[in-house]
Nanobody, 115 residues
Framework: HVQLVESGGGSVQVGGSLRLSCVAS????????MGWFRQIPDREREGVAG???????SYADSVKGRFTISRDNAKNTLFLQMNSLRSEDTALYYC??????????WGQGTQVTVS
């Protein structure tokens, strides 16, 4: 059973940067497609970025050119580099794994506040 722990969130000014990390335990992440989602209160969780086991990536239109997802399989860690942050990026950010046609395992989230 995969356990995920996010960190790196915080408060930052508009235009600033943050780097989120997600450390996995219980399994190796190298074989998983992984992703970052975010959620604002009273809104549905939305996909931000994804990365396949082969390293190919995809992004929501709202973050393209500003966010970069990456992974270090040796350290069992997923990253999200967020640059040029906007107030609308304020949310609780989650990392997750994809298997058996669904996003299966979720961390507890890390809060990002941009003001």
């Amino acid at each position: 059973h995969v356990q995920l722990v996010e960190s790196g969130g915080g408060s930052v000014q508009v235009g600033g940067s943050l780097r989120l990390s997600c450390v996995a335990s219980g399994d190796t992440i190298g074989r998983y497609c992984m992703g970052w989602f975010r959620q604002i209160p009273d809104r549905e969780r939305e996909g931000v970025a994804g990365i396949e086991s082969d390293g190919s990536t995809s992004y929501a239109d709202s973050v393209k050119g500003r966010f970069t997802i990456s992974r270090d399989n040796a350290k069992n860690t997923l990253f999200l580099q967020m640059n040029s942050l906007r107030s609308e990026d304020t949310a609780l950010y989650y990392c997750t794994t994809f298997s058996s046609s669904a996003w299966r395992h979720w961390g507890q989230g890390t809060q990002v506040t941009v003001s």
